[in-house]
Every structure is written in structure tokens, then in C-alpha cells.
T-cell receptor, first 111, second 114 residues
């Protein structure tokens, strides 16, 4: 079945550091790929998405590129801020339109 | 527009007790999902409704969990009797229909079973 594997956390960074969170997937077809973010005490929010190979999703300085050849969708941000501290989830959606999530990566950014 | 409303925000019960969670979707959203998020894990789908009908409940532990969506609007998820391993955040998400729509999640109900 479909599955998503994320790099394990927690990840602790200093402000202005570069952030990468690895995500790889297994799917039978051609899924859409997503990154969701969960800030402390809040619900899940869509951060960015990509619907086909080589698409790049971007939002709030975060980027991720849909790599079909490596079945990956790694999340990157060039300069993180304290406000980026959150749990990040990689997810995929196939033709049944149901979301399957990775385990989540907790990111803490120190001032 | 108003978001997905869930209540209560927190609930603490003893094992073997029963508990119910409520979800009010965005107006007009026909598809509703319940997810279980255990601490340190990603959300796992429990059940999917399309209007008032069940589309997929293959991951719902039916011996103790039940859900309904009367009139195709609000939904309730019930656990009876609760076990310690049911401690989790229960998330409700809705979309306008079955299609490539974005999910809107509620803030969730955090259940602690002691």
C-alpha cells in the first residue's frame, strides 16, 4: 500500500540556519504530494503541495520538489526563524483522494 | 469562512468508560474524515463519509469505535469501552467532495485514557 517515510527528529536549529527534512514515498500510481505543518496548539495546515513529477511547491520560504526518479519530496528552507518551530508532516494522496501521512518531524528553532 | 469545529478540545477518561467527539464541517463540505493521531506518529485515517454514507471504514476498530454523520452535516465519533492505547488526538477534516480538493482540518480533540 501507499506509505510515506520521513526523517526522524527532533531537529534543533539556530535561527537563520538551513533546514532540510527528507521524505520518500511508496505508491502504486502517481500521487500528489504535500507538506503539512502543525504549530503548537493548532491544527494541521497545508504548507505546500505538488501534483506531478518535477513540480515545485513553495510557501513561506519553504520549497519541495516532486522527484519521481527518487520517489522523494524533501522540504527545504534557506533561513529558518523561531516562528518555524513546529511539527512537519509529509503526505501523499492517490486517486482515492485519501491522505496518508508520515510520522512527522519536530523542528525547534532557537534564537 | 468558518473552519472545521471540533469539541471538546480535551477529554480525560478512565479505561472502560465511553467518550464521544463531535465535528461540525465547513458549510457545504460533503466529504468528512476522522483521523487518529497517536503521540509521535502521523495521523491515521479511521473513517471517511460522503454526505451521510460511509465510504471507507476499513481502519476503524469496530468492536469499540463507531461513527455517524446523520443528515450529512455534523459527525460524532464514539469509543466504548476506551482502552489506554486510545489516548491520541482525534482530528476531523473535510473537503467539498471526493476529488483533488484541499483538506481543512479541525484543531482536534486530545483524549487521555487513564
Amino acid at each position: 500500500g501507499d506509505s510515506v517515510t520521513q526523517m526522524e527528529g527532533p531537529v534543533t536549529l539556530s535561527e537563520e540556519a538551513f533546514l532540510t527534512i527528507n521524505c520518500t514515498y511508496t505508491a502504486t500510481g502517481y500521487p500528489s504530494l504535500f507538506w503539512y505543518v502543525q504549530y503548537p496548539g493548532e491544527g494541521l495546515q497545508l504548507l505546500l503541495k505538488a501534483t506531478k513529477a518535477d513540480d515545485k511547491g513553495s510557501n513561506k520560504g519553504f520549497e519541495a520538489t516532486y522527484r519521481k526518479e527518487t520517489t522523494s519530496f524533501h522540504l527545504e528552507k534557506g533561513s529558518v526563524q523561531v516562528s518555524d518551530s513546529a511539527v512537519y508532516f509529509c503526505a501523499l494522496r492517490e486517486n482515492d483522494y485519501k491522505l496518508s501521512f508520515g510520522a512527522g518531524t519536530t523542528v525547534t528553532v532557537r534564537a | 469562512e468558518a473552519g472545521v469545529a471540533q469539541s471538546p478540545r480535551y477529554k480525560i477518561i478512565e479505561k472502560r468508560q465511553s467518550v464521544a467527539f463531535w465535528c461540525n464541517p465547513i458549510s457545504g463540505h460533503a466529504t468528512l474524515y476522522w483521523y487518529q493521531q497517536i503521540l509521535g506518529q502521523g495521523p491515521k485515517l479511521l473513517i471517511q463519509f460522503q454526505n451521510n454514507g460511509v465510504v471507507d471504514d476499513s481502519q476503524l476498530p469496530k468492536d469499540r469505535f463507531s461513527a455517524e454523520r446523520l443528515k450529512g452535516v455534523d459527525s460524532t465519533l464514539k469509543i466504548q469501552p476506551a482502552k489506554l492505547e486510545d489516548s491520541a488526538v482525534y482530528l476531523c477534516a473535510t473537503t467539498p467532495g471526493q476529488g483533488p480538493y484541499g483538506y481543512t482540518f479541525g484543531s482536534g480533540t486530545r483524549l487521555t485514557v487513564v
